[in-house]
């Protein structure tokens, strides 16, 4: 699959099946809401709801293919990714958009403190000795995919190749957070196999980094 970028990508996509695959967790935007329970009215509820994430931007381009969110916490934009190419894989749609939700909230949530995930100083030192909790930090990016073979057809500007991917849950571990090395092994090893890619080949390794000691 291949990213394309460029004027005119709205005008063309309208009225066409592209869907759109959105990686969104938390409720920072509901919680907001319930600050000021006088303004809540008859739109609430949807204007908060995970899956309107993803059908705003369907009804803004005025998309037809599938829309929705992916809530699969840290991971939730890479697997709104690894489903958007299966969709295209499968040949249901010619166009996703993919993208990824920041949480807007400016308070930190409470609830990794309590449970000593949250770094003091704000940092996260992953796979340091000294790794004490997490630092949170949000961006969100936008893509557009297509097959490489409909891009290169379209005459589109290819920013990316992606060439393979996998997911998987780890099961039962010491705890619901607690990570599985052989589970993670196992879906690296998938991800490389469907890309045909050796692992002494890749070059480069982004990791989600807890910052917690293990």
Known sequence: MGGVGGRGVRHRAAGSDAGVFVGACTHDYGGQMLEDLPAIDAYSGIGAAGCAVANRISHSLDLRGPSLAVDTACSASL?????????????????????????????????????????????????????????????????????????????????????????????????????????????????????????????YLEAHGTGTAR
Do not use: N
């Open 79 to 203: 697997v709104a990714l690894h489903l958007a190419c299966q969709s295209l894989v499968l040949g249901r749609v010619r166009r996703h958009w993919w993208a990824r939700e920041p949480h807007p909230h400016p308070r930190p949530v409470p609830h990794p403190g309590r449970r000593r995930r949250a770094g003091p100083d704000g940092r996260s030192k992953a796979f340091d000795r000294l790794a004490d909790g997490y630092g949170r930090g949000e961006g969100c990016a936008v893509l557009v995919l297509k097959r490489r073979a409909d891009a290169e057809r379209d005459g589109d500007r290819i920013l990316a190749l992606v060439s393979g991917s996998a997911v998987r849950q780890e099961g039962r571990t010491e705890g619901i957070m607690a990570p599985s090395a052989q589970a993670q092994e196992d879906v690296v090893r998938k991800a490389l196999e469907r890309a045909g890619i050796a692992p002494a080949a890749v070059g």
